[in-house]
């Protein structure tokens, strides 16, 4: 069998709820296009929010004696460092191509693979965190809020140190978007670290509805409403707008109570539309011409892949890390601009002809924005770490091995 084809065991370990929103979808629709094409995949988790067909085996890193420890019992950390072990365990006792690893609970299991000699990817879903950590306390700090333990600390110790260590032990990193990108490689990494994938939509839950025939230009903000997501600075490029005088903004997500409060005065204009978090995106979609996506920091947010794949223009900034070419299918803006995001805004409102040209270019892109692409790149992503060179101790070229130690000799 061709080497390019074969199966791969893989050893995928993620820290939450697989399938729950969020990173917990990712790894979710991640997981299920390996099995489909065919992978040999051991999937280490907390819990399974939604069961993928076809694994070959899951270990639940909560388990004990068939009962869950919750993780509110013990805390995140030690949880995440107690999945950590466990993964380990799973790959010193048995043989795999490829580890994939999320944040913050992979550094015990991606040195092991290190030493191994077994390749082993670091999810990325965000920027460098001290980037993201600079780029999010100053927003906070403009706001005059006070910055989320969690960024600067992961249980007593220091998030980025933490951070810092699983990118030293992984074979490469596995980045979503040019964003993501380019903040490792600001910080010197070689660029043979850094291996592009993507993310993607499910056009089973995303798809062209019909759409209200008679409507107000309508705008749409679909995410946590939380100062990264930069919400502020759509709500200001909004009012700023002449959209804002007969268009409707519509706010679905769930809001920082202290964030909210600052952007009350904002939010009591009567074009904008508050409502909670939604498990129907798809719906939401059908009803909007633009998503307003002005990130401060981002990995490659999932709603430019929705957005597109349901026919609505994102209006986005550099940061969101969005599959987008500016003209073709959306606008984009740098963060924080939001003089450039109010003229994307009334473009849109004022002339029909863009929105269908951007409208059908972005429907028609949609098409390489799928789980099932994002599944046969990050296949590809795999092959292209295992075909990198690697070094023994003594920096000599040596051949990658599969895991198949006995537990007791690792330390």
């Given amino acids: 069998m061709d080497a390019r084809s074969a199966s791969l065991r893989i050893l995928y370990s993620f820290p939450g709820a697989i399938g729950s929103p969020g990173p917990g979808a990712i790894a979710w629709h991640q997981v299920n296009q390996l099995v489909r094409l065919g992978h040999d995949v051991t999937l280490v988790v907390a819990s399974v929010a939604r069961a ?28 995440y460092a107690w999945h950590d072990w ?16 999320w944040p913050l609970a992979a550094a015990r299991t991606l040195e092991l693979a290190e030493r191994l000699g ?12 001290a ?10 700090a403009l706001l005059g809020l006070q910055i989320p333990p969690v960024w600067l600390k992961f249980g007593d110790g220091d998030r980025i140190e933490l951070e810092e260590r699983e990118y030293a032990a992984a074979t490469a990193l596995l980045v979503p978007s040019d964003a993501v990108a380019n903040s490792f490689l600001a910080r010197g990494y070689d660029p043979s670290r850094l291996i592009r994938h993507q993310y993607g ?25 939380v100062p990264r997501k930069g919400l502020h600075y759509a709500l200001k490029a909004w009012l700023a707008s002449r959209a804002s005088e007969t268009g409707r903004l519509l706010i679905y997500g769930t809001f920082d109570e202290d964030y909210r409060e600052v952007l009350r005065p904002f939010l009591a204009h009567p074009s904008i539309t508050l409502y909670g978090p939604t498990e129907k995106p798809g719906a939401v979609y059908a009803k909007a011409d633009a998503l307003l996506l002005p990130s401060v920091e981002e990995g490659s947010a999932l709603a430019t892949y929705e957005a597109q794949g349901a026919g609505v223009i994102p209006l986005a900034s ?30 849109l409102y004022e002339q029909e002809k863009v929105r269908r040209f951007l409208r059908t270019s972005a429907l028609s892109h949609a098409q390489q924005l799928t789980w099932a692409t994002a599944g046969r790149e990050l296949e590809h992503a795999y092959r292209v770490a295992l075909d990198q060179p690697t070094e023994d101790a003594y920096g000599r070229p040596s051949e990658r091995t599969t895991a198949n130690w006995d537990d007791s000799a690792v330390s």
């Fill in 131 to 140: 980037q993201a950590c600079t780029a999010v306390s100053r927003e906070y």
């Fill in 318 to 347: 550099t940061a969101s890390g969005g599959m987008i070419e500016h003209g073709v299918n959306g606008l984009l803006h740098e963060a924080g601009d939001t003089d450039t995001l109010a003229g994307h805004i009334d473009l």
């Fill in 52 to 79: 993928v067909v076809g694994i070959r085996s899951i270990v639940r890193s909560l388990d004990f004696g068939g009962r869950r420890i919750p993780e509110r019992s013990i805390g995140r950390a030690r949880a």
């Fill in 118 to 129: 077994v390749v082993g990817l670091r999810e990325a879903p965000g920027t460098h965190f």
């Fill in 201 to 225: 939509f499910d056009p089973a839950e995303i798809r062209v509805q019909v759409r209200e025939k008679e409507h107000p230009f309508t705008a749409l903000f679909l995410g946590r409403c």
């Fill in 86 to 101: 466990r993964a380990r365990r799973v790959l010193a006792t048995g043989r795999f191509d490829v580890v994939h690893a």
